[in-house]
């Protein structure tokens, strides 16, 4: 595997390199990055990584120092999983001055997510557009786990005539439910042990939407926030959304998805469900 800092030696090293497959990622590498490194074979001649803890994406206060940095081990999978290239530029190599350009998504930034953390899909947006820029992909991967991120991202690329073709890959699960995620490294023991609770939430939701209607919805989504607080969780939301604009919806044999972002000790975790 190839590691380049640099623009100008990323862009050198993708010369003639046929169709690319990219996969962004913040490093800390998990089983549910790794599934996004494996689906990208089928989808280009080279396989691109790439690892950057974001700034940009992250509000005053959210855990941007503390966000793990583990280059070394991260290497060590991407070549168990035959990434061909890994893109790891510093702050310097993607920032060399402060970034005041910026990708401002439509008000879908606002919900949900981007209620709670002003500013992070205009971070995250302006990051992947700049990345794209640097590795020029066919095709990009990015998990369902981060189901806006994914929504923004597909919009971004639509409406900016990108050509990059996005694909969503289904989230990986532990054994006992509770999606893959680098923040779950921060949970203690016992706090790993709840943390599937927040699945099994979404699923017992889902299960309710067989019986409900849409007047019995946001008592629905109250109770399943009740549930989540008398097992010590602070839940930011837990709801049933559109999956065409993450709106309330309008009918309920619309495709729906569940959402939920929740707090668990000092770890705020977020996962989903498709109706
Ligand atoms: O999903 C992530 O890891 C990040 O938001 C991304 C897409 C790599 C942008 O920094």
Known sequence: MEIQHSIPALREALQGRGRIAFVPTMGNLHDGHLALMRAARAHGDTVVASIFVNRLQFGP????????????????????????VLFAPTEQDLYPTPQTFFVEPPDLQHLLE???????????????LKLFNCVQPHTALFGKK????LMVIRGMVEQLALPTRIIGIDTVRAADGLALSSR???????????????????????Q???HADLATLPQ???SACANLEAHGWQPDYVTVRQQANLLPPTALDQPLVILAAARLGSTRLIDNLEV
Do not use: I, M, W
């Not at 709670?116 to 990051?127: E, L, N, S």
């Not at 981060?146 to 991120?149: K, L, N, S």
């Open 146 to 149: 981060d189901y806006q991120q």
């Open 220 to 222: 629905l989504e109250r």
């Open 114 to 128: 981007g209620a709670c953390r002003p500013g992070h899909f205009r971070g995250v947006a302006t990051v992947v």
């Open 184 to 206: 779950n490294g921060y949970l203690s023991a016992a706090e790993r042990a709840e943390a599937p609770r927040l699945y099994q939430t979404l699923q017992s939701l889902r």
């Open 208 to 210: 309710s939407l067989a």
């Open 61 to 84: 206060g959210e855990d941007f120092d503390k966000y793990p940095r583990t280059l070394s081990a991260d290497c060590d999978k991407l070549r168990a999983v035959g990434v061909d």
